[in-house]
């Protein structure tokens, strides 16, 4: 609705409200003054306080101080200290009283000192009714998430933030979070109950990483541990998920890639649905991207051959929607001037990964359907690769989690807000000198490392939150620990502290000033939040400190009670027991790759290998290369052995870019 008013009118305002707020803080320095003063026994200054400032200013700024009305509301109120007879006495009697506190010898236990201090009280209430003053001071406050409380704040009274603080803020998009901490400080469980509050806000949930123990196998358990429970407890909330309306109850599906040696396992058993707990899943070999490709059989290739595959892959992947990895040794076996030796070992390198299991094609009834994940906020969707033998293939599995997390999200619209969990970074993306000394680990986990760089620059343009946790924030990879908006630290060495201040804070120089006041001796769970929450979403507050974390409602694993997350399902959930599975994971033959390419047919039309060349000269030109990069960048030609003449180039390209003469480059 819009309204109008005089100029006149509109400064007469302005100066009542300024006329308000010069009361209000002389009333609020005069309530300190008097406090102060009945802390140290001067009963006659809070007295005079009260009589000759407070009173005659409550005065001026309600015009007429109605005190049987005050005396209505407050009478039954329990949040204030509220005494009408000792107030309605000193009002109207305010130099007896006055006189009698007076003196050195005035009886701290006599009725008038204690009718003074009750009035006085009765007259703070007053004030913290009519918003004046604040009507409960406390050291501590709700740290809330996006929907629950996922701990306390400890601060100050004369902390700015009274009641609730939210430790996460979407000022700018969504956030990319870092857990970091030694092991036992807390880290997993409080990264746990930020996974909960984006669940109950309504996020889907898609934890990608556990290597090794079935860590993230338990969101559905109710909270099991004593020593949580009772921390949740004594935070005024309910010690697990089936205790309060407030909170969903979890549904989950755990996922394990389709292998040989999954079959090799005991795994949880649903005796009540006849089914098992994990589910096996297959990647369809279409759905890898061509750096996957290449990063899978890391240093094995030469660049040169590592472009030939390529421009194959090219090559194949405008021919067809859905392929598979025999398609792809057929289309290099196809290509002319290739030796044969080159093309028998690409063919083994094929055989070898197609071998493993998990590659697959979409007709696969295992292969993902990631917008079936993406839409499904009720379930939490949880990746394991505990059950694969190898490290290499742990993180071939990784890796194409990690870009569908993002890339997937690409195709389909409307998808509701999504979480990515991360569980111990340092493993996948740590620094040069932490990563594995083998050649084709150190190929995908770079691969890795690139691609999550790239999400954390794009997430919030498909509605993609990070969550994420690393025992020492400086084990990690640059790159990637400089992408991170918001870290929450427990104890840990200096060094990452500093690291945190420069890059989440934004300010190394902070560390100087604040470092010392930063959670290094705080107790279990109780850490800091650096970067993006609500009291600083402003920039005003560098961090918070000490919060106290919540444990979620749901179970935390516990290693010393359970060795793995499976175990603990069974040790707490009946209706589950351990079977080993009857699935057959042998690979179909319409996938397997032939060991002799005579039994192979030809799977794709017949091309000279100088078409693949000029064809991928053309892609890049499209893509604005200039003749030179094509030059460096295509295979040699294939009669000569070497690079193709830039006239040569030229002609294949010269309807893409019809200026450029051979001369330009010169």
Request: proline share 4%; glycine share 6%; with cysteine.
């Amino acid at each position: 609705m819009r309204t109008s008013k005089r100029f006149g009118e509109h400064i007469q305002q302005k100066q009542k409200r300024k006329r308000l707020v010069k009361i209000d803080e002389r009333i609020r320095e005069a309530i300190e003054i008097g406090n102060r003063a009945l802390s140290d026994g001067d009963i006659e200054k809070a007295a005079l306080t009260m009589d000759q400032v407070i009173l005659p200013a409550l005065k001026e700024r309600e015009g007429h101080l109605h005190w049987r009305g005050f005396n209505k509301r407050l009478r039954n109120n329990d949040t204030h200290e509220w005494h009408w007879d000792s107030l309605k006495r000193f009002v109207d009697d305010s130099d007896y009283y006055i006189e009698q506190v007076t003196g050195d010898s005035v009886s701290p236990r006599s009725q008038p000192v204690r009718r003074t201090i009750q009035a006085f009280e009765s007259v703070e209430a007053v004030c913290a009714m009519l918003g004046i003053v604040k009507d409960e001071m406390r050291n501590y406050a709700k740290a809330t998430g996006y929907s629950i409380q996922t701990g306390v704040l400890y601060k100050t009274y004369e902390f700015n933030h009274d009641r609730e603080v939210s430790i996460v803020s979407r000022s700018s998009g969504l956030t990319k979070t870092l857990f970091n901490g030694e092991t036992g400080e807390g880290k997993s469980a409080s990264m746990s109950a930020d996974v909960e509050d984006r669940y109950n806000t309504g996020f889907k949930i898609v934890d990608i990483v556990d290597t090794d123990e079935f860590e993230n196998a338990v969101y559905d358990i109710p909270q099991q541990q004593n020593v949580l429970r009772r921390v949740r407890e004594d935070m005024g909330l309910p010690v697990d998920f089936t205790e309060s309306s407030d909170y969903k109850k979890p549904q989950i599906e755990v996922l394990a890639p389709m292998t040989p040696a999954v079959t090799d396992h005991r795994l949880p058993y649903n005796m009540d649905s006849d089914e098992f707990v994990i589910r096996p899943f297959t990647i369809p070999a279409a759905d890898l991207s061509k750096r996957a490709l290449l990063g899978f059989m890391g240093s094995v290739v030469t660049k040169q051959q590592g472009v030939a595959i390529g421009t194959a892959y090219e090559a194949l992947r405008d021919d067809k929607d859905d392929w598979t990895l025999r398609d792809l040794a057929s289309y290099v076996d196809h290509l002319e001037g290739l030796a044969d030796n080159f093309k028998a070992r690409i063919r083994k390198l094929l055989a070898t990964l197609q071998s493993k299991g998990f590659i697959r094609d979409r007709d696969c009834p295992h292969a993902l359907n990631w917008e079936d994940i993406f839409r499904d906020t009720e379930t939490i969707t949880v990746f394991s690769q505990a059950l694969m033998r190898e490290r290499e293939d742990k993180l071939m599995v990784i890796a194409y989690l990690t870009r569908s997390l993002y890339h997937a999200r690409k195709f389909h619209r409307g998808l509701p807000d999504c979480a990515g969990v991360f569980r111990e970074l340092h493993e996948i993306v740590g620094h040069q000198n932490a990563r594995s000394d083998d050649e084709r680990e150190k190929a995908i986990q770079q691969g890795i490392k690139t691609e999550l760089g790239y999400i954390m620059r794009k997430n919030r343009h498909e509605g993609l939150e990070l969550l994420c946790d690393t025992q020492d924030f400086t084990d990690l990879d640059k790159n990637v620990r400089k992408r991170f908006n918001r870290a929450v630290s427990f104890l840990t060495q200096d060094d990452a502290i500093k690291a945190l201040f420069e890059n989440v804070s934004g300010n190394k120089a902070m560390y100087h000033d604040y470092g010392n006041t930063v959670a290094r001796n705080f107790g279990k769970g109780q850490g800091t939040v650096f970067g993006k929450t609500g009291p600083n979403a402003d920039g005003s507050t560098p961090f918070l400190t000490p919060v106290h974390f919540a444990p979620p409602s749901w179970h935390v694993l516990d290693t010393d009670e359970a060795d793995d997350g499976l175990i603990a399902r069974t040790m707490f959930y009946d209706r589950e027991e351990l079977r080993r599975p009857q699935w057959n994971t042998d690979i179909p033959d319409r996938l397997k790759v032939p060991e002799d390419k005579d039994e192979e047919e030809d799977r794709r039309p017949q091309q000279s290998v100088k078409d693949l060349h000029r064809d991928e000269a053309r892609r890049r030109a499209r893509n604005g290369e200039t003749v030179r990069s094509i030059r460096e960048n295509i295979p040699n030609n294939p009669r000569t052995e070497n690079p193709y003449s830039t006239s040569t180039i030229h002609g294949w390209i010269k309807d893409i870019t019809p200026d450029y003469t051979v001369s330009s480059e010169a």
